[in-house]
């Protein structure tokens, strides 16, 4: 079965720095990826998504991530945080039966 | 935008009580999904309904743990008897195509449970 890892339990960046969320995936073939944001008691919200083509994905927000086959990785990417960012990102992976698994989420804090 | 529906926001009970949460998709969407989310931790799954078929409920505690989808559009989640470690977030969600380029789950708020 896939699995995920996050490796960042928490991260801080002052606002309008650059951001880099880290996600490493297992999986035997093609995977789908994505990444959700979930703010403090709310339901998770689908950022963006790879399924194949296109390596860089462009998604809501201002975010981007890149999918990376030789290094199993799926980073999510903002060039300017907003104060507005601070939240829970989850990176997924799915499979064609539709099996999803989650990451463990990496907190983002934005200093002022 | 159309939203997943769920009741209760918040649920606090005791241990060894009943509780029941529900859920209502997106209209038309037939795959429907009940994930547990501890604090702290990402969602796990516990069940997916095809229409009202179940399509894998292989990390559903059964003992203790139902979930059921009569007509193949709103579901409930059930405990009994509830358990101090069952204390989590109850995401449902739903998907229009699932194992496909269009997959995209749609979640609702979440049930807050805390057993006391």
């Known amino acids: 079965a896939q699995s995920v890892t996050q490796p960042d339990i928490h991260i801080t960046v002052s606002e309008g720095a650059s951001l880099e969320l880290r996600c490493n995936y297992s999986?035997?073939?093609?995977?789908?990826l994505f990444w959700y944001v979930q703010s403090p008691g709310q339901g998770l919200q689908l950022l963006l998504k790879?399924?194949?083509?296109?390596?860089l994905v462009q998604g809501i927000k201002g975010f981007e991530a890149e999918f990376k086959r030789s290094q199993s990785s799926f980073n999510l990417r903002k060039p300017s945080v907003h104060w507005s960012d601070a939240a829970e990102y989850f990176c997924a992976v799915g499979s064609p039966n539709n099996d999803m698994r989650f990451g463990a989420g990496t907190r983002l804090t934005v200093k002022p | 935008e159309a939203e997943v529906a769920q009741s209760p926001r918040y649920k606090i009970t005791e241990k060894s009580q009943a509780v029941a949460f529900w859920c209502d998709p997106i209209?038309?969407?037939?795959?429907l999904y009940w994930y547990r989310q501890i604090l702290g931790q990402g969602p796990e799954l516990l069940v997916q309904f095809q229409d009202e078929s179940v399509v894998d409920d292989s990390q559903l505690p059964k003992d203790r743990f139902s979930a059921e989808r009569l007509k193949g559009v709103d579901s409930t989640l059930k405990i009994q008897p509830a358990e101090l470690g069952d204390s989590a977030m109850y995401l449902c969600?739903?998907?229009?195509?699932?194992?496909?380029?269009?997959?995209?789950?749609?979640f609702g708020s979440g049930t807050q449970l805390s057993v006391l």
């Open positions: 209209s038309g969407h037939a795959t």
């Open positions: 999986y035997g073939a093609t995977p789908y």
């Open positions: 790879y399924f194949s083509g296109d390596t």
């Open positions: 969600a739903s998907s229009l195509n699932p194992g496909t380029t269009n997959e995209k789950l749609f």
